[in-house]
């Protein structure tokens, strides 16, 4: 009874934290600046663009999809979608993405019948699914166009090479060891139970489809402004895309514009960049926020209904509902 109490002012916290954090999303944007940037942009690169970014947000997803099979919980498509996308298009914004998009994937999914525990090794399982994705690509980029990476490093061609695909050894080597190890595996005072090989390939998959996603759409928007290759756009990007998960900075503000400029100098890519961030960041900001709201409209129905329900029966001497997630 105490926590339905508490339910309406529960939900209006969140609903309040999500108007300020949305509201200070916004304010990283100069509205003129990116309308100026899309009124450049044709339909069909603009159109390309979303696409690459749904695709992205698809494919995360998987990462929970994976992740629910992981901890041998079984639960609907519609609702493992509902709750990634709610937690990182609003995770990818206020910075320090594992836990504001954990805290979000903790609300939904303690309310589907998973424990506290569940949801750590579900938020670690999807960690490890983004270094794998970042490990991947990244790679790839760095072995197929070295002189970029060799630019910004210092480092000879040769050696950018090396790293490139001594780096592809550790995704390959984390499914190597699903298969050998079956159980749990202990790195230094931590312990972590092994995937089932199928969803250690899943994670090298959808972690590198993601990845790859994302760089697709930052090609888009860069072909607005200069005709370069995927692979060094996508070397730019990853380069960016660690510094901005080690700065812990909201969205990568700042980080990914100055590598990108720095590593791609060429004539109007900050406009570029700035649909690429209407496109990725901005446009999915409100729709999981309202999605967020409107679940949580709904679980407060839900309760509601459920408390009447139990009145009812206990009026009538009947036995209590139990309480359903």
């Not at 970014?53 to 919980?73: E, K, N, Q």
């Not at 090298?204 to 994302?214: H, I, P």
């Not at 590598?259 to 961030?277: G, K, S, T």
Request: hydrophobic share 55%; aromatic share 10%.
């Amino acid at each position: 009874m105490t926590l339905r109490r508490w339910a309406p002012w529960i939900t209006l916290a969140i609903t309040l934290v999500i108007v300020v954090m949305l509201s200070r999303a916004l304010r990283r944007y100069d509205l003129h600046e990116v309308l100026e940037a899309l009124r450049t942009v044709s339909f069909k690169r603009l159109g390309l663009a979303v696409a690459c970014v749904a695709g992205s947000y698809f494919s995360l997803t998987l990462f929970d999809t994976l992740a629910t099979r992981y901890v041998r919980r079984r639960l609907p498509y519609r609702k493992i979608a509902l709750a990634s996308f709610c937690a990182l298009s609003i995770g990818h914004n206020v910075g320090l993405a594992a836990f504001s998009s954990g805290a979000i994937r903790y609300r939904f999914y303690s309310r589907w019948g998973l424990s506290a525990q569940e949801i750590g090794k579900l938020i670690v399982f999807c960690a490890i699914t983004v270094g794998l994705g970042l490990l991947t690509l990244g790679s790839l980029a760095w072995t197929l166009q070295p002189d970029l990476a060799a630019e910004m490093t210092g480092l000879p061609v040769p050696v950018v090479r090396a790293v490139g695909l001594l780096a592809l050894t550790l995704p390959v080597g984390w499914v190597g060891l699903a298969f050998v190890v079956r159980r749990r595996l202990r790195v230094w005072r931590w312990y972590v139970d092994m995937p089932t090989p199928r969803l250690a390939a899943g994670q090298l998959l959808v972690g590198t489809m993601n990845f790859a996603f994302v760089a697709a759409a930052l090609h888009q928007a860069v072909l607005t402004a200069a005709p370069i290759g995927y692979f060094e756009v996508a070397a730019a990007y990853i380069i960016g895309n660690t510094a901005a998960i080690i700065s812990h900075v909201p969205g990568g503000l700042g980080v990914i514009e100055v590598l990108v400029m720095y590593l791609l100098p060429q004539a109007n890519l900050l406009a570029a960049v700035l649909l690429f961030r209407a496109v990725y960041y901005l446009l999915p900001l409100p729709l999981g926020a309202l999605c967020l709201i409107f679940a949580e409209l709904h679980f407060r129905r839900c309760d509601r209904a459920r408390s009447r329900l139990a009145e009812r029966r206990e009026s009538f001497g009947g036995p209590a509902a139990p309480a359903r997630r």
